[in-house]
């Protein structure tokens, strides 16, 4: 016995010695990464994307090559499940993704093969402002108007943000807006938009917006009708947000949850299973990428705006969501699939 515990005492010695040389071990991800985009090139998460895969080498060990790519489709669903079900666990493959379609499978979509509480999640470069706006030519200027005239809008995907804010805010709170299928992402809109195709957009980011199409905002191109926040944007006092158009407590409820998915909206996630260590390095380089000044300076002269919330803050606002009330969950559900059945 005195033998076992000398020898027990000598382990435990080791082990306590050996636990931060382990610990500080460099962790490797080879020559190269990905970001995976799961829209189409040119509008609002591509911007974000391409942004990170410039940057975010210079803070990880060897300095490896990150080369982005997109994979558009369903609303980046095609580019969720292949992230949760395909890409490579060991840090390399990186994405970012249209926010609420990682909540798809938590209200009812069955073609969602993800749980969105086990990706890992490096953090968020932006809050997200869905926007409903038209073109300044239209006789519409204000929330008011969307709930007594009809407007004409463009739409994409099913499960995309342009399509499913306006389905969703016809249902919850009865505005008007006659959706044009079929455009396969905001920058297509955008064009139908200039060209009298549609009268305008309900789901885009008002960030987006002033990154990609400035001259919009500074030529007065376009109106603001309504914005889908908690609370409104600074940049935008004098437009309604959706809750204050709901008239009863369950719609005002659920609207609020579908809200709260999207307010991490420039989120950067890794696949389950990626070793905590791993996931550790990845979250210090997106932190330390996210404040430094080249970096800065590169997103300014892209008019990107920048509020940056680390993993762990988007990663207990994911369980938060998780834990609503199921009555509130369902009734999402329910408008969800309506829309996207």
């Known amino acids: ?139 519409f200027t204000s929330a008011k108007d969307t709930l007594e005239k009809e407007i004409l809008v463009g739409a994409g995907a099913t499960s995309s943000d342009v399509t499913i804010w306006p389905n969703v805010l016809n249902a919850l709170v009865h505005t008007r807006f006659r959706l044009v299928n079929g455009y396969p992402g905001t920058a297509a809109i955008s064009l139908a938009m200039e060209r009298g195709e549609v009268q305008g957009v309900v789901g885009d980011d008002f960030d987006s917006v002033r990154a990609g199409r400035q001259d919009w905002i500074t030529g007065n191109k376009v109106r603001f009708l309504l914005q889908l926040r908690t609370e409104r944007h600074p940049d935008l006092p004098d437009t309604a947000t959706g809750l204050e158009l709901a008239t009863d407590d369950e719609s005002r409820a659920v609207l609020r949850l579908l809200i709260e998915r999207q307010k991490y909206g420039r989120n950067f996630i890794l696949p389950p299973g990626v070793k905590p260590a791993a996931v550790a390095t990845l979250r210090h380089a997106f932190a330390a990428m996210a404040r430094d000044p080249e970096f ?46």
């Open 296 to 341: 800065l300076r590169d997103a300014a002269r892209a008019h990107v705006t920048l509020n940056f919330a680390p993993g762990e803050d988007v990663t207990k606002l994911v369980n938060d969501i998780h834990a609503a009330p199921r009555a509130i969950i369902e009734r999402a559900t329910a408008v969800l699939r309506a829309v996207d059945p």
């Open 1 to 139: 016995m005195g033998r076992f515990i000398a020898f027990a005492r000598a382990a435990l010695a080791l082990t306590l010695a050996g636990g931060p040389a382990l610990a500080q071990e460099p962790v490797s991800f080879g020559d190269k990464l990905t970001v995976t985009v799961g829209t189409p090139a040119g509008g609002g998460y591509d911007i974000y994307g391409r942004l990170v895969a410039r940057h975010l080498g210079r803070f990880l060990p060897g300095n490896p090559a990150i080369i982005a790519n997109n994979m558009p489709g369903a609303g980046s669903l095609i580019a969720a499940n292949w992230l949760y079900n395909i890409a490579p666990r060991d840090g390399t493959a990186i994405a970012i993704t249209q926010s609420a379609t990682l909540f798809e499978a938590l209200l009812g979509n069955r073609n969602a093969h993800i749980d969105a509480t086990k990706y890992n999640w490096l953090g968020s470069l932006n809050d997200y402002t869905a926007v409903g706006m038209v073109w300044s030519d239209t006789p």
